[in-house]
């Protein structure tokens, strides 16, 4: 059972009562790639005969608009354009985006502003375009650096294509990241320690090393791969970490690893239970107001999704998460940082008093898998470990 698997005991809704609105971070989200990855469980879809740009881009602008009096007069302090493969997008593409987003909300003039890249659609003249709209982070799809795994993955680059990607993405961003997976199908320890040693060859100011997890509704789920056992994975775990530690990472977040002060700022207002608005096909928003907290889902078939928006109604649902939802919610963000949490942040991120779940934090320190003092709150290097068997404790948390 996976973190995401995991639901709380949905009662009825309560009101709550915010002092103060978190931060907010704007996702958009591109749903075309080349071709499905196996193992991906994104909502994307492959671009057969290529699609419309300028057609979603007007949606997306569209979308935007229509979302403005949820987050009216709210600074937006990160963008994350995220997919499918944005950089299947022009830089025009992207400008005009990012241009309507400056002109429709008031955003962060040092705001982090994030797209990912896929290997396979790089071009030079592209990634200084990007660059030239806005983005100042980029995050690439590397995978591995072995042809043989990539080709077990489905990925449309090679090797040599993403030693290419990443040395042309230099010229132009200082700020990278590193998608790398281990795990992988017939993969040795040796073979994912040398993938991470390749990474680390272009220092990188960030990595993301995530474990090959088999997804429901994924091609490798219905058909399984020959993948390392629970020992072999948890020894690339634990060696990796301390490979990049050794480098100076900073192990940061359950797949994250950083330089100092170059952790992304996007994902932290996640896992921070930070708001965040998604605009394209199927994204996802969290938004909080002074008494409730919502939830929202846009339609997520692109064609679907840019008539419904052209009907005035991207939403294919949206809810109010209940009071007795939002301790769980919290903590199945925040456990995942390796350093917790201010004490104070729970009440501020949920309304609710750090009190009414201290049966819970107690069962978690009896267990071993929770730290807490009068200031911080983080999961033990077990709870770390063991990090569904953390969040359970709090599955049924009740103030």
Known sequence: MTAHSLQPVALKAQ????QALPPLSLYIHIPWCVRKCPYCDFNSHEARGGFSEDSYVAALVRDLELALPLIWGRKVYTVFFGGGT???LSGEGVAEILRNVRMLLPLDLGAEITLEANPGTVEAVRFAAYRDAGVNRLSLGIQSFNDTHLQALGRIHSADEARRAIEIAQRHFDNI????MYALPK??????L???QTALTFAPQHLSCYHLTLEPNTLFHRNPPSLPDDDASSDMQQRIEELLAAHGYQHYETSAFAQPKRQSRHNL???????YLGIGA???????????VIRQARHRQPQAYMEQVAKGTPLQSEHEVGRDELA?????NALRLNQGFDSVLFQERTSLPLLGIRRELEEAERRGLLFRDHQRIAPTKLGQRFLNDLLEIFLTAKD
């Open 177 to 180: 990241n590193l998608d790398l």
């Open 187 to 192: 993969q040795s320890l040796d073979q994912a």
């Open 328 to 332: 769980f919610e919290f903590m199945m």
């Open 269 to 275: 207002n996640y896992w921070q239970f930070g708001d």
């Open 15 to 18: 009101a709550v009562n915010f």
């Open 282 to 292: 199927g994204a996802h928003s969290k938004l909080s107001f002074h008494d409730k």
């Open 86 to 88: 944005p950089s299947l």
């Open 194 to 196: 040398q993938d991470v």
